[in-house]
């Protein structure tokens, strides 16, 4: 069976990004709001070690088109993104999904961490949607010296409001600890690299959108099902990795 998802997992990632029931708002500050899915009723401190974070910014100077290709850019991300160690596309998987590793700094004494994700995306004439989660890939096991993370689901959603505008919204299910401040901060950031974009592609291979024309691509073509989806609960040394491990690196995927 395989794990890519279809479109009711499109469907079922774009209807939680719009929806508001059963999501509490914790952060609405200058065009961005944080947003925290509710927990079911629990009894005494059985608080639930997972949870949905979504951040949602109103962009007025970036087109979405811009922003879909600045979070697809492996390349320019090396140049925004300073948490990163390494990142780089591992194999295809189909024309619209692939896998890759990123690994990136955390705050001491908490270790680095990385994580192996399957990425599928889905664009129709007026949304953009990237869902990815963890996956277990044969050549490339956790290792000694990083702490594997777990992505259960994260993804971003973004939906033209103008030609150079638009709604931007992250999504991740996360420790529970992620702080609602660091959210707007990461995103901050995208935005930014989203200004800074356009001129930075058109001096680095600006015909080169492989997300957008899969016949550009060059990795080697891999089967999904010799893939399978990472649970927590298969990795050793879960103790250290259920500390504050987001800081400001949630958007690690």
Same mark, same amino acid.
């Given at each position: 069976?395989?794990? =890519?998802?279809? +479109?009711? !997992?499109?469907?079922?990632?774009?209807?939680?990004?719009?929806?508001?029931?059963?999501?509490?708002?914790?952060?609405?500050?200058?065009?961005?709001?944080?947003?925290?899915?509710?927990?079911? &009723?629990?009894?005494?401190?059985?608080?639930?070690?997972? $949870? +949905?974070?979504?951040?949602?910014?109103?962009?007025?100077?970036?087109?979405? !088109?811009?922003?879909?290709?600045?979070? $697809?850019?492996?390349?320019?991300? +090396?140049?925004?993104?300073?948490?990163?160690?390494?990142?780089?596309?591992?194999?295809?998987?189909? !024309?619209?999904?692939?896998?890759?590793?990123?690994?990136?700094?955390?705050?001491?004494? @908490?270790?680095?961490?990385?994580?192996?994700?399957?990425?599928?995306?889905?664009?129709?004439?007026?949304?953009?949607? @990237?869902?990815?989660?963890?996956?277990?890939?044969?050549?490339?096991?956790?290792?000694?010296?990083?702490?594997?993370?777990? %992505?259960?689901?994260?993804?971003?959603?973004? +939906?033209?409001?103008?030609?150079?505008?638009?709604?931007?919204?992250? =999504? %991740?299910? &996360?420790?529970?600890?992620?702080?609602?401040?660091?959210?707007?901060?990461?995103?901050?950031?995208? $935005?930014?690299?989203?200004?800074?974009?356009?001129?930075?592609?058109?001096?680095?291979?600006?015909?080169?959108?492989?997300?957008?024309?899969?016949?550009?691509?060059?990795?080697?073509?891999?089967?999904?099902?010799? =893939?399978? @989806?990472?649970?927590?609960?298969?990795?050793?040394?879960?103790?250290?990795? =259920?500390?504050? &491990?987001?800081?400001?690196?949630?958007?690690?995927?």
């Amino acid at each position: 069976m395989s794990i =890519l998802p279809d +479109k009711a !997992a499109f469907a079922d990632f774009r209807e939680q990004c719009l929806s508001t029931d059963n999501w509490s708002n914790k952060y609405d500050k200058q065009g961005m709001q944080v947003w925290v899915e509710g927990s079911p &009723a629990s009894k005494g401190n059985n608080v639930p070690k997972v $949870h +949905k974070i979504k951040c949602k910014m109103t962009i007025s100077d970036v087109s979405a !088109a811009t922003m879909y290709d600045v979070l $697809h850019d492996g390349s320019y991300r +090396k140049t925004w993104d300073p948490a990163m160690l390494d990142s780089f596309d591992i194999a295809r998987l189909s !024309a619209n999904a692939d896998v890759g590793y990123y690994s990136w700094i955390c705050t001491k004494p @908490i270790k680095n961490r990385d994580v192996v994700s399957l990425r599928s995306w889905q664009v129709t004439d007026d949304e953009y949607i @990237i869902i990815n989660f963890s996956v277990k890939h044969p050549k490339y096991p956790p290792r000694s010296d990083l702490v594997r993370a777990i %992505s259960i689901l994260t993804g971003y959603f973004v +939906k033209p409001t103008g030609p150079n505008s638009c709604t931007f919204i992250y =999504l %991740s299910q &996360a420790d529970p600890k992620a702080s609602t401040v660091f959210a707007p901060r990461v995103m901050g950031r995208i $935005h930014k690299a989203g200004r800074s974009y356009p001129e930075w592609k058109q001096m680095n291979s600006p015909e080169q959108k492989p997300w957008l024309y899969p016949v550009q691509s060059n990795l080697p073509t891999m089967d999904s099902r010799e =893939l399978s @989806i990472q649970r927590a609960d298969s990795l050793e040394n879960m103790d250290e990795s =259920l500390k504050v &491990a987001t800081q400001d690196n949630e958007d690690s995927s």
